[in-house]
């Protein structure tokens, strides 16, 4: 927990993204600065490309270094991506209480790769919205557990690969203080 420049409490999760306008969020801003925040997304060459309250989306580039001995995307390269984006999906989600986002850490993973990717790969992910509206009701520190869900899609908007994420949450928000 940290302050903000405005005295407001601040989770350590939030706290990588500032101060956050929760009356009107700037998705653009939270998009920029979730760009910055997974060194191993960038040495893959994700980019995250929308973040909204419904969805994120993030983008693996048509590069060499992203393929396998078989020219088709790395699995490795496709799971970053929907972890980036399941991430990205939950700040969106959150964004109008981010503030009390302590940690956001995955539980667990499940893949299931559907057909070859080639070419650039999107990954858009949800997270669930019953479980969110709690996450966001939190009226007292507590643990939440969180669904998200990562569809990965080639160019032509075949689905290659489908994810699913068990997130543990953490939110402070013991002083009362919003």
Known sequence: MSLSTTGRRVGLFAAAFGNINGDAPDYERLRSVSNSLVPFGKHVGTTVTEIGPDRAVV????????????????????????DIAGAAAFVGAAATRLHIVESLVVRSANSTYRKPASGRIRAIATVDEREMRAILAAESDARFEL?????????????????????????????GKE
């Open 59 to 82: 983008d693996i580039p048509r590069e060499p270094h992203v393929v396998n001995h078989m020219n088709t995307v790395h699995a490795g390269a496709l799971f970053t991506a929907a």
């Open 147 to 175: 669904t998200g869900k990562a569809m990965m899609v080639n160019d032509d908007d075949v689905t290659v690969a489908k994810f699913t994420f068990d997130y543990v949450c953490d939110v402070v928000v013991n002083d």
